[in-house]
Nanobody
């Protein structure tokens, strides 16, 4: 069984920064794309940032220039550094990973989510 565990959420003032982490565990053979999504109250979940195995990145237009996604393959961990946070960044943030694990087909896994609240 593969598990993704996020950490780093919290309350921050507008203009502040947070760094989220997400670590995958289990009998993992390989992790392909790793993503961060977010879901604000009353809205659909949206893709925030993606990083491929080779390190290529893509971002939602709303976070370009403010958020930076990175990964540490040795630690099976993905990060997102969030700077210049705005109230509209308030949401539950989820990580998602495309994983090949022992005895399992390549599948997409989700973390439990971590709340980010941007407010003064």
């Amino acid at each position: 069984q593969v598990q993704l565990v996020e950490s780093g959420g919290g309350l921050v003032q507008p203009g502040g920064s947070l760094r989220l982490s997400c670590t995958a565990s289990g009998y993992i053979i390989n992790i392909y794309d790793m993503d961060w999504y977010r879901q604000a109250a009353g809205k659909q979940r949206e893709l925030v940032a993606r990083i491929t195995t080779s390190g290529s990145t893509t971002y939602a237009d709303s976070v370009k220039g403010r958020f930076t996604i990175s990964r540490d393959n040795a630690k099976n961990t993905v990060y997102v550094q969030m700077n210049s946070l705005k109230p509209e960044d308030t949401a539950v943030y989820y990580c998602n990973a495309d994983v090949r694990a022992v005895g399992r087909p390549r599948s997409s896994y989700w973390g439990q989510g971590t709340q980010v609240t941007v407010s003064s």
